[in-house]
């Protein structure tokens, strides 16, 4: 079978928005289509064989979507430097005070 890895990182890597989502979509699209090869194998190989095909499959994507998610810290950290920059722009900026209510004018009674 092929490098599993480099498979699932190219088709990962080509997503033009990478979110988890997509790429549960693609882990689930190479499982079915490797499932379907191994299906279409005549005579058709064992279930052991069809399991460890599987199971070096899912190696593959839990190593890639590693990748992605050892990624995730970098990308808060530098959320987290973001709100703290505007967090001090904030701070640093002038409170401009509301202007104080008008006392309500008297209301004048009828005039007799």
């Known amino acids: 079978m092929a490098d599993f890895v480099a ?8 997503l033009p928005d ?3 989502q997509n790429r549960i979509r693609v882990y689930d699209k190479a499982r079915a289509a490797i499932r379907r090869q ?4 005549n ?3 064992s279930d052991e064989v069809i399991a ?12 890639v979507e590693s990748e992605h998610i050892e990624a995730l810290p970098a ?9 703290a920059e505007l967090e001090s722009m904030v701070e640093q900026s002038p409170v401009i005070a509301e202007p104080a209510p008008q006392p309500a004018s008297p209301q004048a009674g009828p005039q007799t």
Request: glycine residues 0%; negative net charge.
């Open 52 to 63: 460890r095909q599987l199971d070096k499959l899912n190696l593959a994507i839990d190593e």
């Open 38 to 41: 191994l299906e279409a194998i």
């Open 18 to 20: 990478n979110t988890p």
């Open 7 to 14: 498979v699932i990182r190219k088709a990962v890597d080509n």
């Open 75 to 83: 990308e808060l950290d530098e959320a987290d430097a973001l709100m």
């Open 43 to 45: 005579p058709p190989p």
